[in-house]
């Protein structure tokens, strides 16, 4: 036989580029490169993170262009994320330093492509299971280097920002740079190691394992946010129960009964923020936070609808960051709120554009979750309830791994439900008529049990 006869018809590297193995490969590579991020620009220099994503990022494109068959540049990305990017590219140019604006606007987007890359190429499943994979790792990875710093050499980490305080019972900051990061991840991690256990795509061991794991950094952490992230998630889960074990004919009311519970309650709880601060004894840090609020709030007015354009993460050498750090004689990089940070970068626009791509992911999977049999669907609502109760508190959610998984979370949001579905008669698993690939898993499917020892196709 020719060697010509032996080369698939697309060439091997398309064939590689499409492969089922290879893309839970990228998969692996973009989760742990991300969350990661800290300690590789601590250990080998910014440079180098950049360059790492930007290699990823390139790939992506390629396995797109090798997918392009099974791909609909239709809806290849959510309407919802589109506006707000192209907002905050558009700020670029009404911002004190449109350099840093630029730059900062690249590294959002290009995080934001590389979720929607893993949003095509692995089904909700799959995409749990890497992340399970990475997370425990990573926070494997964390307790060992605390026990090394905290116990063992009892000597703080100071390239890493680790403080050593293990044997006190935190506050430990792992690899992630501070408590409150450690946290979050954390409590992302329970979500997915909870949706492992209860799809049996991992062993039972290694599943009670990684819940204690996880559950044990998250209380050393001492993060005040933990908190408040295990409670609104809690609520969500018993939630997320009643409707799924509600009556189909009974669930459009139920729904719409804690919707409105929800929107009530937020009102409420803006309204009488200051009793609850006080309720809580936590007047220290959350009236600091107030205080930053109030302020933000105050040097968002000149500008309202369209904000002193997009910085992410602060530029604390430009206005009105540089001001509001001297005013209120602190050095934060961040707003300590993802809501009033793109209020005040972005104006009013800025915030309804963001509140519609949240809001929207939310609410179409929390839908497909609560019609779906497969307790997987769950898990995207969840990750979503997480990372806006999380932006309560903290910025996490305009950059690094809190942007992507945001904008992973809607593109599987978008797949579950779409205006776009009746377009070209797709449906949620890509639609009839597309082509068949070995080893490819349309966006949306979640494949048998007995297919994998993992819970996918691999």
Known sequence: MSSQAQTPPHGWLVTLLASASFARAYTLAVLGAVFSSYAIEQLAGRVTYITVVAGL????????AARWQEISLLRLVPTTVLAFLAWALASVFWSEDPATSWWSWVSAATLAFLAVVIGHI??????????????????AVSLGVEVLSGILLDLP??????????????????????RNM?????????????????????????????????????????????????VGV???????????????????????????????G?????????PIIALLGAGSDLSMRVDLWNMMVDLGRPRPLQGWGWYGPWSTRDYPFIALNYWLDASHATGLNAFFDVLLQLGWVGLVLFVGLAGLALVRSWLAASERRSVVYAWTPLMLVALLADSMFESFTLAGLGWMMLVLCAVRAGQSRSWR????????????????????????DVPPRAQGPDGGTD
């Open 421 to 444: 579905e009746s377009i070209g008669g797709r449906t949620d698993a890509g639609g009839p008529g597309l082509p068949h690939v070995p080893g490819f898993v349309r966006p949306g």
């Open 57 to 64: 990022a390139v790939l992506g494109l390629a396995v797109l």
């Open 182 to 230: 450690l946290g979050f991840v954390a409590v992302l991690a329970l979500i997915t190691f909870l949706i492992e256990y209860r799809t049996q795509s991992v062993r039972p061991g290694l599943s009670v394992a990684s819940v204690v794991l996880a559950g044990g950094l998250a209380a050393f952490s001492d993060s005040p946010t933990v908190f408040v992230l295990a």
């Open 122 to 139: 692995r089904d909700t499943l799959q995409t749990v299971r890497a992340l399970g994979d990475v997370l425990r790792v990573l926070l």
């Open 266 to 274: 937020v009102f409420v709880g803006y309204a009488a923020r200051h």
């Open 157 to 178: 980490f100071g390239f890493l920002g680790v403080q050593g305080n293990l044997a006190q019972l935190g506050p430990i900051q792992g690899i992630f740079g501070t």
């Open 234 to 264: 809690g609520l969500a889960v018993a939630a997320l129960a009643w409707v799924r074990h509600t009556r189909p004919e009974r669930r459009a009311g139920l729904q719409l009964a804690l919707g409105g519970v929800v929107v009530v």
